[in-house]
């Protein structure tokens, strides 16, 4: 996440391909990860499920990676995550998804849900 300097709003930026967009990036948490949270500084990490390894770094589910990969967009991409998994799918956003902004974009991605 960046701050841009002219408005003050907080945008996000991909570094590899030099990206950007205001809406938070909702990438599918890999399965084998699970989120935790720092009980000292609130900062949402990541433990992996079998070996107990923490890191900062979000690890993104590889069917999202290769939905990417395909040429796909963010939005498309997760489409495409979704109807691979079923609507029992947790991505896991780590509450990214509550934002306004994530919502929005959320909306336009997944077909709602009766």
């Known amino acids: 996440a960046c701050r841009s300097r002219t408005t003050g709003k907080v945008y996000y930026a991909n570094a590899e ?6 809406e938070p990036p909702l990438y599918p948490l890999c399965r084998e990860w ?3 949270q720092s009980p000292q500084s609130g900062a949402i990490f990541y433990v992996h499920k079998e ?4 890191q900062w770094e979000r690890p993104v589910d590889e069917d999202f990676t290769a939905f990417q990969g395909a040429g ?3 939005s498309k991409a997760l ?3 979704q ?5 029992y799918a947790n991505p896991d ?4 998804e509550d934002l306004p902004a994530a919502q929005t974009a ?3 991605a997944l077909p709602a849900i009766a």
């Not at 391909?17 to 205001?22: E, L, R, S, V």
């Open 51 to 54: 070996t107990g390894k923490w």
């Open 72 to 74: 796909n967009s963010d």
């Open 106 to 108: 959320m909306q336009k």
């Open 79 to 81: 489409q495409l995550w």
């Open 83 to 87: 109807a691979r998994h079923g609507s």
């Open 34 to 36: 699970k989120t935790e």
């Open 17 to 22: 391909t030099g990206a950007t967009q205001w």
């Open 93 to 96: 956003f780590a509450g990214l």
